[in-house]
């Protein structure tokens, strides 16, 4: 978990990226713990007063449309929502067609080039190996 | 930033891996808005109720004795502990004397050798190489 710049953002645009997050976690109708638990964290990355944590889990369970969530996204948030919506699609191993879609959507939205999505998906998948490195490494001292 | 196993400890395990890493944030006798960011994410990450992080936060302004904390988690969540507080302790830039001494107790506590320990704190370098990259894809030289 490494900090980056999602605080600095003004309150109402971390409410807008963390109400996209809420569309993204409940995008299957499925909430397993792993995209809870990723969920949280970004909720918690995002720094939201305890008010709007509480509007965006009972957004979790009401997820809104994606619709909703774009009219409020735009620059450096909509950016960083993006990414963070391409790492918990991916949380499960895999991102579906509708999940793909979606992203393309998003992306699409922001006015990013084509490859964007790609390009996010390629990092996620070297962050997924840097933190499997992080489990080896903690897993080799054990033996 | 990735599903991880902590958030499957019990949860007063939980608990005191979050203690832990509140207590590294503040050792330095400064808190940067990073530190809370990071902490505040662990939090979640691990699933620890609403009502009980107010407890942690706490620990920002008065920290639990490190040593009882040491005393009173397992080996396993521990280790854990011990890459997130490696991560925690390079979020402003440098690492303070007291932050390497902290990490050195859990490190002792765990029997990790200096030399693993050093490989922990590369990992997390390669970490932070790693997350920056994300930038280029998405900064507003991006868009079309």
Redesign the interface.
């Known amino acids: 978990m490494l900090p980056d710049t999602v605080h600095k953002l003004p309150r109402e645009e971390r409410f807008a990226y963390a109400k996209l997050l809420a569309f993204i976690a409940r995008i299957d109708n499925e909430l397993t713990v792993d995209e809870m638990a990723m969920f949280e964290q970004r909720l918690g990355t995002a720094l939201l007063s305890p008010n709007q944590r509480d509007m965006i889990r009972a957004a979790l369970k009401n997820p809104p449309t994606l619709e909703e969530c774009l009219d409020d996204l735009h620059g450096e948030a909509g950016r960083l929502a993006l990414r963070d919506a391409v790492l918990m699609a991916a949380a499960d191993g895999n991102v579906d067609e509708d999940e793909r879609d979606v992203l393309e959507e998003i992306s699409e939205h922001l006015g990013l080039k084509e490859e964007a999505v790609d390009l996010l998906l390629e990092w996620t998948v070297k962050g997924y190996k840097w933190m499997k490195q992080g489990y080896e490494l903690l897993n080799s001292l054990e033996e | 930033?990735?599903?991880?196993p902590v958030?499957l400890f019990p949860l007063n395990e939980r608990l005191s891996y979050a203690h832990i890493l509140v207590h590294i944030a503040a050792v330095d006798g400064s808190l940067v808005?990073?530190?809370?960011?990071?902490?505040?994410?662990?939090?979640?990450?691990?699933?620890i109720p609403?009502g009980q992080r107010d407890e942690i936060r706490q620990g920002f302004e008065n920290p639990k004795s490190f040593g009882e904390l040491l005393n009173n988690i397992s080996d396993e969540i521990l280790?854990?502990a011990l890459?997130?507080a490696i991560?925690v302790a390079s979020?402003d830039g440098e690492y303070d004397e007291s932050e390497i001494a902290c990490i050195r107790e859990i490190a002792s506590k765990?029997?990790?050798s200096d030399e693993?320990l050093s490989?922990?704190f590369d990992?997390v370098k390669?970490?932070?190489k790693?997350?920056s990259?994300?930038k280029k894809?998405?900064?507003k030289n991006?868009?079309?």
């Open positions: 930033m990735f599903p991880d958030g808005r990073e530190e809370v960011q990071a902490i505040e994410g662990y939090m979640g990450k691990c699933l609403p280790q854990y890459r997130d991560i979020i765990i029997d990790m693993e490989k922990v990992w390669s970490g932070w790693w997350n990259g994300y894809f998405i900064s991006s868009q079309k």
